[in-house]
């Protein structure tokens, strides 16, 4: 099974910006699509942006939208998400995981391979 790492968060005030990245183990890393995910406490995990096996195709939460930047360096096995115009309602651990579909995909179903998270706090 993939091993996903995260790194790159840390305190940022609004509107400052942060770089996520996320280091599979998996070989076979360019074949699958990759997600990232946050959860806030005392909330549910939630979708935030995802990329197929290419990282030509690239979806995201509405509430990121024109904020986040998903992207993939399949020759590092790396996937980054870039986050520009921070809110304190963005604070949370943020995950990256391995999907099982090569496709774009919001659905935790597709997701296994979680890493252990990093957290991003915002302040106002």
């Known amino acids: 099974q993939v091993q996903v790492v995260e790194s790159g968060g840390g305190l940022v005030q609004a509107g400052g910006s942060l770089r996520l990245s996320c280091a599979a183990s998996?070989?076979?890393?360019?074949?699958?699509?990759m997600g990232w995910f946050r959860q806030a406490p005392g909330k549910e995990r939630e979708f935030v942006a995802a990329?197929?096996?290419?990282?030509?195709?690239?979806y995201y939460a509405d509430s990121v939208k024109g904020r986040f930047t998903i992207s993939r360096e399949n020759g590092k096995a790396t996937v980054f998400l870039q986050m520009n115009s921070l809110k304190p309602e963005d604070t949370a651990v943020y995950y990256c995981?391995?999907?099982?579909?090569?496709?774009?995909?919001?659905?935790?179903?597709?997701?296994?391979?979680w890493g252990q998270g990093t957290q991003v706090t915002v302040s106002s």
């Open positions: 995981a391995e999907s099982s579909v090569p496709g774009v995909s919001s659905s935790r179903t597709d997701y296994g391979s």
């Open positions: 998996r070989r076979t890393f360019s074949i699958y699509g």
């Open positions: 990329t197929d096996w290419s990282g030509g195709n690239s």
